[in-house]
């Protein structure tokens, strides 16, 4: 597949209340900050990789790629990250993906993209399926193309910041991925415990 077309924007700009308002991305799991294994697992699928991070860039940069802030400074949501990456993505594709989540699929941005490609779409994002056949958006794990950061400016300046809001005015689908833990995430202390006890 060609990884020569992807930017992967690691999402790690959130308030994280309910961690107790510690950034998550640098919180250890299995022995090392979260965003690591988020790195890890999203780097053989994309071409290049930026930060979104809007405290403790300095230790964000530590890992060599640019470290991206919102340009709203209020904690506007994902959207907010997505537009930053857009606004710095020099490949056509950006694929964004939390760095809450790290078992991450590893076939995620090849499916994503064969989606997108065959059926000329402007987005897809990820959905799964969990045990009991139900289905859930992952929105967070986004693949667009680069051409869409207008259209998302001018949406997120009407006011709307909800991300499937968002993807009702484009040309979007949705790949389902049967892969249990993978887009399990971290928003509690009691979620990271479980985590770690997840084997993968
Ligand atoms: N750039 C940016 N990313 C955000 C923002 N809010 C959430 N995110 C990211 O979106 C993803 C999903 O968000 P959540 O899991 O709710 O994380 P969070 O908002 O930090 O946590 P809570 O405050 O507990 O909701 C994570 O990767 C966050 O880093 C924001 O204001 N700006
Ligand atoms: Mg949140």
Request: net charge negative; glycine share 8%.
């Amino acid at each position: 597949m060609s990884s020569q077309k992807i930017t992967g924007l690691i999402l790690a700009g959130g308030r994280a209340q309910r961690m107790g308002g510690i950034d998550k991305g640098l919180i250890p799991f299995r022995g090392k900050p979260l965003i690591e294994s988020a790195i890890e697992r999203l780097k053989p699928q994309v071409d290049t990789i930026l930060i979104n991070a809007n405290r403790n860039i300095t230790k964000y940069a530590h890992y060599g790629y640019p470290v991206i802030m919102d340009e709203t400074p209020d904690f506007s949501g994902p959207l907010a990250g997505f537009s930053i990456g857009l606004k710095h993505c020099a490949t056509p594709y950006l694929l964004t993906s939390p760095c809450d989540s790290p078992l991450l699929p590893l076939d995620l941005a090849e499916r994503m993209l064969t989606k997108l490609e065959a059926e000329n779409l402007d987005l897809v994002y990820a959905s799964s399926e969990e045990v009991n056949g139900k289905v859930w958006a992952q929105p967070v794990f986004c693949l667009m193309r680069n051409t869409l950061e207008h259209l998302l400016n001018d949406f997120l300046s009407k006011g709307d910041l909800k991300i499937d809001h968002w993807f009702k005015e484009v040309f979007s689908g949705t790949v389902v991925f049967n892969a249990p833990h993978a887009f399990a995430n971290v928003n509690t202390p009691q979620e990271l415990d479980a985590l770690e006890k997840i084997s993968s």
